[in-house]
């Protein structure tokens, strides 16, 4: 049974709030692991506990709110890149645990190493290769971190977030189907 509407949106917005607090509480302390880590897994939350509709739909409003709120990138050409590698990391969770015929841990795990190998790739060849290298005018500073911040910490971090996720899900998803949001 499809969820109505009132309750799309109220899940949505519930895990685009939860989403908003970890990146505000965390990234002016300068933890871009712990930042990135909590952002993967807020996404990989949402696709499984809300679906796929909110998952996309969260995945593209982060990083633009989180520019719009000064906690996320403030070159404005990264953030079409980071919705795409956000949406790849949602897609393949959703498509994986849908479709694989595997026990629960075994397919958490290859969702996690599947997403998170994926959306690095997306995020170095579109930010790293093709903004920074060809596109972008941007001083050798800037372009060595934001080479830096979009090749292995990207891996990391949804790696990490993955594995987070992997632990909860279990733990969230009766909680979720106990609640009014269901």
Excluded: D, E
């Amino acid at each position: 049974m499809k969820a109505s509407p009132a309750k799309w949106v109220a899940k949505t917005a519930l895990f685009l709030a939860i989403l908003i607090v970890f990146q505000a509480v965390t990234a002016p302390l300068g933890m871009t692991l712990v930042t990135g880590s909590l952002v993967n897994l807020t996404l990989i939350i949402t696709v499984m506990l809300g679906g796929l509709s909110s998952g996309v739909t969260v995945a593209i409003l982060s990083p633009v709110l989180a520019s719009i709120l000064g906690i996320g990138p403030k070159v404005l050409p990264l953030l079409p890149c980071i919705m795409i590698g956000n949406v790849v990391l949602v897609l393949i969770w959703h498509y994986l645990t849908a479709k694989l015929n595997l026990p629960q841990l075994a397919t958490y795990i290859l969702a996690t190493i599947v997403a998170a190998g994926l959306k690095f790739i997306v995020l170095y060849l579109l930010i790293v290769k093709l903004l920074v290298q060809n596109i972008l005018a941007v001083a050798p500073p800037q372009s060595t971190i934001l080479t830096a911040m979009f090749s292995a910490p990207q891996l990391i971090t949804a790696l990490i977030g993955g594995i987070i996720a992997t632990v909860l899900l279990p733990i969230l998803r009766p909680l979720m189907n106990s609640t009014k949001l269901s």
